[in-house]
């Protein structure tokens, strides 16, 4: 994808005048260690990058070879070849295989990334980036070799002819399109054009959240610096999370977890510092109107200028080829959206010739101290779409979106704003008529078109800072951060149901006054404040509810207010009532609040249920009328109803206000039985920053394994339906104290 308003990504575009290095290893040979502890959880030591890499490869191959071989063959626009092409893909927002692999095909064609390999850091990847990637390519095929396809473990792709070695291509192709994925990577469709076959329409893929807490020492009772990390990520496909600890002695000691195919820890914590991300509400891309001149050619301060085309060629399962040509402007790809006689449209990404991300995360995981963490973030800024909160052992607290945002300012977006072509594209559209309307420059970005560290909303406190996925305003109430480029997001505007209960979860802790003794948060009571599964909207209705339920006692709603009235708001594996909630919720299909949104009462409004709209009382009886006519008990409990690989779990949804939601693939079946879970808390992580090293509890929800013969499919996912955590082992102590201790020491010669 092109990205020609930006100087560097006019460099990039341009005939590479440097070949790229083979992987080699370093020093010769590769050598690892790997000890493996409770659950499975890999702790990887070598002596420089390219061993770790390899080592690190070698047991993700162990434990998920499947996942990624099947996602090579996405990257490299495969799929049609091997599955057919209107069968769907693997991508997290799946599409047609043709899409799909037309889409990828035009990435590779391209060029980008071969031209930013060529580049050096931190606009390409640095020496030590480009050893941990070779080696980790190393490792999974010499497990591959070792093991054979005919002999994988794995029934998914055992003996299948798509299974083979991977290259270090894959790997950056794989790193570049995850720091795409909500722009670039998510608008496959309106790239390629090509219409999608019929079939039932699914539900809308899983949105990418999380909870984000930074804890500092004003808010913890022993005064250091504490972390809560609660990405809600998908629990299928490339996207999930492998936990891991990553050790060079005396140059890296990281752990925590990464996202399946990539060498570094996204989300974690090193002796002294701990972070985390959620996804952010700034805008990634623009699209801009393009004023057409006739043919294929649109106009520029007057000027036509040509577009570009680019023909992407993909094999089918016989053999022949699908040809495809698509259109390229100095912006980016033409969109096949809006198309009309005057007028194209085409996206414009921030993150098209970003692979910055992966080294920015090596460095948070080298830094001893905030500050350190901070210049990370201004060397690479490469955040892609997320958040960063952080802590450290001074116990001070920290958020920013150093995300990659257009250089767009307010008065840009005014003067320049086109109609949108699709409300699917949430985005600025602009004018594409007049370089007046191109993106601007800070002084202090690192690449031309984005905003720099000074332009970003940032927050240090000694109390904390919160995010659940809303804009950065309410990082902490008692500081609303405004003045910043509304590119970055709205101020004054709703909270939603969840990052209200959050903020109120902590306040709560800070007072007292949630049962759970002393004020302040200690490892073991923020354990507890998170799994205490809150029903916000619940919470803010039950007064109101109840009172139509004495007003309007219809035979029709009697039994269902019986049990409504009888739940104690809290979406547990048994809690009586939170199921028929939900499909009350479901069944209202909008916001029904008795007290609107205040922007100066944010943590406090909307609030009460409008009682007095009859769409509620229905809402209410349809809901019963589903549970008597399918015979489903209105006590249903989220342990019934919702499952993963059929172990029980609790919590509820988004729209609910729940703080570790979940999410179904799909509606309530006439069985009382939902979808399994495909989203939700994923890799939850909790962790103290004391003087004697950090003490952290972790699960991974889904665990470690997407191997359903593997002993580690579900043992943590059995720990999560309980509420249950895992002890993490840091420490050269901890790890070798661990009864169930499996060490290999793996060696590459030349």
């Known amino acids: 994808m092109k990205l020609r308003p930006l100087m560097i990504a006019l460099a990039l575009l341009a ?78 927002k799946p599409v047609a295989n043709l899409t799909s692999d037309v889409y990828y095909k035009s990435v590779a064609a391209s060029g980008i990334v071969r031209r930013l390999l060529a580049r050096p850091a931190p606009v390409g990847p640095s020496d030590e980036l480009r050893r941990l990637v070779d080696g980790y390519v190393a490792g999974y095929n010499r497990y591959l070799a070792d093991t054979g396809v005919a002999n994988l473990p794995d ?34 469709e309106a790239i390629t054009g090509i219409a999608e076959p019929e079939r039932p329409k699914p539900e809308p893929p899983p949105a990418a959240g999380s909870n984000g807490w930074a804890l500092g020492r004003q808010a913890t009772r022993a005064g250091g610096g504490m972390v809560l990390a609660d990405p809600h990520f998908p629990w299928r496909g490339i996207r999930r999370f492998y936990q891991v600890q990553l050790t060079i002695p005396g140059v890296l000691d990281v752990s925590g977890a990464s996202l399946y195919g990539t060498p570094v820890v996204q989300i974690g914590h ?44 993909v094999t089918l399962p016989d053999g022949t080829v699908s040809v495809h040509t698509l259109l390229t402007s100095r912006y980016g790809p033409v969109l096949a959206t809006g198309h009309t006689d005057e007028a194209a449209y085409a996206l414009a990404d921030a993150n ?120 950065y305003w309410m990082t902490n109430p008692a500081k609303p951060l405004t003045g910043y480029p509304k590119a970055y997001g709205e101020t004054g505007t709703d909270l939603e149901p969840r990052p209200r209960v959050s903020l109120d979860m ?116 349809d809901a019963a009328l589903f549970f008597r006519s399918n015979r489903i008990p209105l006590t249903l409990t989220p342990g019934q109803a919702q499952s993963y690989s059929s172990i029980p779990l609790p919590g509820c949804t988004e729209g609910e206000g729940c703080f570790d939601r979940v999410r179904t693939g799909g509606p309530l079946g006439t069985d009382g039985r939902y979808p399994e879970v495909d989203t939700g808390s994923s890799f939850m992580m909790a962790v103290e920053l004391t003087p004697g090293g950090p003490r952290t509890r972790t699960v991974l929800t889904y665990s470690l394994s997407a191997n359903p013969a593997s002993p580690h499919h579900t043992d943590q996912t059995a720990l999560f339906s309980r509420g249950e955590w895992v002890t993490e082992r840091f420490t050269a102590a901890e ?16």
């Open 270 to 313: 090193n002796a002294k510092v701990a972070w985390t991300h959620t996804v952010s509400h700034a805008q990634h891309f623009t699209v801009y109107r393009l004023k057409l001149a006739g043919g294929h050619s649109y106009l520029v301060d007057g000027r036509a200028e040509p577009m570009g085309e680019q023909e992407v060629t």
């Open 735 to 750: 790890i070798a104290a661990d009864p169930q201790l499996e060490i290999i020491t793996i060696h590459e010669e030349p």
């Open 15 to 92: 005939p590479a005048v440097a070949t790229v290095p083979t992987a080699e290893a370093a020093d010769g040979g590769y050598s690892a260690t790997i000890r493996r502890t409770e659950y499975g959880v890999p702790h990887i030591t070598a002596e420089d990058y390219g061993g770790l890499g390899f080592g690190y490869g070698y047991a993700f191959a162990q434990d998920n070879l499947c996942t990624l071989a099947s996602w090579v063959v996405t990257l490299r626009g495969e799929r049609s070849r091997y599955f057919g092409p209107e069968a769907e893909s693997d991508d997290p």
């Open 506 to 621: 902590i306040a709560q802790r800070l007072s007292g006054a949630d049962g759970l003794g002393a004020p302040g948060f200690t490892l073991e009571t923020l354990q507890a404040t998170v799994h205490g599964k809150r029903n916000l909207t619940f919470e803010l209705m039950r007064s109101d509810l109840l009172k139509l339920c004495r007003t309007h006692p219809g035979a029709d709603v009697r039994e269902a207010c019986r049990t409504l009235s009888e739940w104690d708001g809290r979406a547990t594996l048994d809690g009586e009532g939170a199921v028929l909630w939900r499909e009350f919720l479901t069944r209202l299909g909008r916001p029904a609040w008795r007290v609107p949104f205040d922007p100066a009462r944010p943590l406090t409004t909307p609030s009460g249920l409008k009682i007095d709209d009859p769409a509620v009382r229905q809402a209410l009886a």
């Open 155 to 188: 029934p998914t792709c055992r003996g299948k002819a798509w299974v083979g070695p991977i290259t270090a291509t894959d790997m950056w192709n794989n790193l570049l399109d995850l720091d795409q994925m909500i722009s670039s990577s998510s608008l496959k």
């Open 352 to 471: 098209a010739a970003n692979l910055r991300a992966a080294d920015e995360w090596l460095a948070l995981a080298r830094a001893g101290n905030l500050d350190e963490l901070r210049t990370a973030q201004r060397t690479y800024q490469g955040m892609p779409f997320v958040h960063t909160l952080a802590t450290d052992a001074s116990g001070t607290a920290y958020f920013a979106d150093t995300s990659v945002v257009p250089h767009v300012t307010d008065a840009e977006a005014k003067r320049c704003a086109e109609p949108s072509p699709d409300p699917g594209l949430d985005a600025y559209v602009l004018d594409g008529s007049t370089s007046a309307c191109l993106w601007g420059r800070d002084g202090d970005a690192v690449v031309p078109g984005v905003f720099g560290p000074g332009s970003q909303p940032r927050l240090v406190r000694a109390d904390y800072v919160a995010n659940s996925n809303n804009t």
